[in-house]
T-cell receptor
């Protein structure tokens, strides 16, 4: 059983487009996250949701918006895509006491 | 500001040798320190973790050493194998702040046969 799943795995799109990445976790975790990993493999947290409430919002452009329809899902919407948005985006989830589980990642390429 | 500093950036070790990766943190409120292993094309996977009430934790060939006074912790991989070649991330979190994880910058480990 897949614990944290993301779709799509690869996403290639033109500048200016709007795209979404979906994430689902079946671990019953309370908190879900989105991370961006750049070409140097640096992991930067973008958003965190706990019980459908945004509790962390790092300094990311407002073109990025997380949407959580329920506790098991946290989708990432990106408007007006830019070249610098090209990266691998990871969804993750955790319980309050720790142990963060990551999804397989979505490689976004903006042309 | 980098909350968790990790070194070295890359590491090459002979098969059978010991790989050591170091991390340092500033926030004394951090109370959970995991290490993640990431293979190319995959998401990070939890390898081993420690809480500040112990100075060492060992799981198989992997050991975390934790120095609370120095605010440092390290990962030791004993008898390193080529299959250990991956990128390793240390992280830290504070459990009463929504469990936000702060990651180090990663160490690319290559174990040569």
């Amino acid at each position: 059983d897949t614990a944290v799943s993301q779709t799509p795995k690869y996403l290639v799109t033109q500048m200016g487009n709007d795209k979404s990445i979906k994430c689902e976790q079946n671990l019953g975790h309370d908190t879900m996250y989105w991370y961006k990993q750049d070409s140097k493999k640096f992991l930067k947290i973008m958003f965190s949701y706990n019980n459908k409430e945004l509790i962390i919002n790092e300094t990311v452009p407002n073109r990025f918006s997380p949407k959580s329809p329920d506790k098991a899902h946290l989708n990432l919407h990106i408007n007006s895509l830019e070249l610098g948005d090209s990266a691998v985006y990871f969804c993750a989830s955790s319980q309050v006491e720790g142990r963060e589980s990551f999804g397989p990642g979505t490689r976004l390429t903006v042309l | 500001q980098q909350q968790v500093k990790q070194s070295p950036q890359s590491l090459i070790v002979q098969k059978g040798g010991i790989s050591i990766i170091n991390c340092a943190y500033e926030n004394t409120a951090f109370d959970y320190f995991p290490w993640y292993q990431q293979f190319p094309g995959k998401g990070p996977a939890l390898l081993i973790a420690i809480r500040p009430d112990v100075s060492e934790k060992k799981e198989g060939r992997f050991t975390i050493s934790f120095n609370k006074s120095a605010k440092q912790f390290s990962l030791h991989i004993m008898d390193s194998q080529p299959g250990d070649s991956a990128t390793y991330f240390c992280a830290a979190s504070q459990s009463n702040t929504g469990n936000q994880f702060y990651f180090g910058t990663g160490t690319s480990l290559t174990v040569i046969p």
